[in-house]
């Protein structure tokens, strides 16, 4: 999300819906100012004006993985596409019609790509994981490498101020079987959480409540068949 919003008076009564779109829509991303309204679909991008209008629509090659930007913090920069353990196609930018905008050269076979502001410039960042010994990149909103950290078969990728300082960090995971934690504007390696091995499959970093100070570090992963998940505060605890 991109902060806390006016709370808004409680609604008694049914709700009824203002306009529909048909298909399958994976993710939403919307700027309050201007009402811009960003979907995702398995293999298509749309901006939506407030009336439920398609204003742009475009596809993304099969296959393919996108992650969305937020329009207030992403002008130009739509979405970025990525095939999970595919080097051929790289990671690539999109304009709001679909349009390439850039394409980054990958070292080896992306396993997870996550897009947060985490210099603290109110522009989002790419953040890439990858497969063998690619490690882990973070790109500008134009695809230039900013900083890289030295990491092996890093799954997945995440950010958002889990230490409380004011600015975000990288958060991942690895087969070293630890959560890693990264300073956002230059790479800086904070201490490793180490959760139960079976904990480090997947890892995403959320507030709870929007008054909180610092986010909180989810991870999940499954042992012998069981799922299981844990929250962690940036120091482990």
């Known amino acids: ?21 048909p298909g399958r829509w994976s993710g939403v991303a919307t700027d309050e100012k201007t009402g811009v309204i960003r979907a995702l ?13 398609i204003r742009h629509g475009s596809r993304f090659p099969w296959n393919s993985e996108a992650r969305l930007l937020r329009p207030a913090k992403s002008p130009r920069l739509a979405f970025v596409t990525f095939t999970p353990w595919g080097i051929r196609r790289g990671v690539v930018g999109h304009g709001v019609r679909g349009e390439s905008l850039w394409y980054y050269v990958v070292p080896d076979a992306p396993d ?13 960042e790419v953040i890439i994981g990858y497969n063998g010994r690619g490690g882990l990149h973070v790109l500008d909103d134009q695809g230039r490498l900013g900083w890289t950290a030295s990491l092996a078969n890093v799954w997945m990728v995440a950010a958002g101020d889990v230490l409380g300082l004011g600015t975000s960090q990288v958060v991942t995971t690895s087969a070293r079987g630890r959560i890693h934690i990264f300073n956002g504007t230059d790479g800086t390696g904070r201490p490793d959480i180490a959760p139960p091995p079976h904990l480090t499959r997947v890892v995403r970093v959320r507030k709870i409540h929007a008054g909180d100070e610092a986010a909180t570090i989810f991870a999940a992963g499954s042992n012998r068949g069981v799922s299981t998940a844990m929250a962690f505060s940036g120091s482990g605890d």
């Not at 679909?41 to 209008?53: L, N, P, S």
């Open 112 to 124: 997870d790509v996550w897009v947060s502001d985490v210099d603290g410039d109110k522009i989002d």
């Open 41 to 53: 679909g398995d293999d298509r991008f749309a901006e939506i004006d407030v009336q439920g209008r």
């Open 1 to 21: 999300g991109a902060g806390a919003s006016t709370a808004q008076p409680a609604v008694s009564g049914l709700l009824t819906a203002a306009w529909s779109l």
